[in-house]
């Protein structure tokens, strides 16, 4: 079957523009998951949504970042204002459920460059 | 404190020899499993194997399996007969359903390469 996508896969803004980065989970994950990975780093977490409602926020690093998630599924993560610090890739990922015996299925990614 | 340690930042190893890729976590969660993914240089995160904090033995994957020691906090990743498709970043995780509402707890990654 299909796996998590996410569009778009490269994206170049100004700074100062807002960009929204689209998620499609796996059909009927329940849980869905954005983390931020810059250039040879690990993967820092942004937020968790668990249905349509996101039990954890703690890791958007600003109020420009915001995050939602409609009808269980599809799932927006929007930056405003950008900056050049925000340049990064964003990774998607969903898990079909909230059991710490399911893993996590991630997508491609969008590469994000401010300049 | 750090949910998830991996102490070793990069690694090299020959061809056809097994390497242990080491991760130790924190938790007070009695209930608790621990992932393993390979990240290749196209970025993509590759799921590998998964070890249950209640599972009583050693989790295996094909060439890949888990040397769990609860009472050390250690879950290393081993790879038996390395190949040169096995060079990438390798990411050890932690999900903790009742403490933190299940949050994925990563570690800052090892780099293995391998050497023809």
């Known amino acids: 079957g299909a796996g998590v996508s996410q569009s778009p896969s490269n994206k170049v803004t100004e700074k100062g523009k807002d960009v929204e980065l689209r998620c499609d989970p796996i059909s009927g994950h329940t849980a869905l998951y954005w983390y931020r990975q810059s250039l040879g780093q690990g993967l820092e977490f942004l937020i968790y949504?668990?249905?349509?409602?996101?039990?954890?926020k703690s890791g958007l690093p600003s109020d420009r970042f915001s995050a939602e998630r409609t009808g269980g599924s599809v799932s927006t993560l929007t930056i405003q204002r950008t900056q050049q610090e925000d340049s990064a890739v964003y990774l998607c990922?969903?898990?079909?459920?909230?059991?710490?015996?399911?893993?996590?299925?991630f997508g491609p990614g969008t590469r994000l460059t401010v300049l | 404190a750090q949910k998830i340690t991996q102490t070793q930042p990069g690694m090299f190893v020959q061809e056809k020899e097994a390497v242990t890729l080491d991760c130790t976590y924190d938790?007070?969660?009695?209930?608790?499993?621990l992932f393993w993914y390979k990240q290749p240089s196209s970025g993509e995160m590759i799921f590998l194997i998964y070890q249950g904090s209640y599972d009583q033995q050693n989790a295996t994957e094909g060439r890949y399996s888990l040397n769990f020691q609860k009472a050390r906090k250690s879950a290393n990743l081993v790879i038996s007969a390395s190949q040169l498709g096995d060079s990438a970043m390798y990411f050890c995780a932690m999900r903790e359903p009742y403490n933190t509402g299940n949050q994925f707890y990563f570690g800052t990654g090892t780099s293995l390469t391998v050497i023809p």
């Open positions: 949504f668990q249905g349509n409602s996101a039990p954890d």
């Open positions: 990922a969903s898990s079909p459920t909230s059991s710490s015996t399911d893993t996590q299925y």
């Open positions: 938790t007070s969660d009695p209930s608790y499993g």
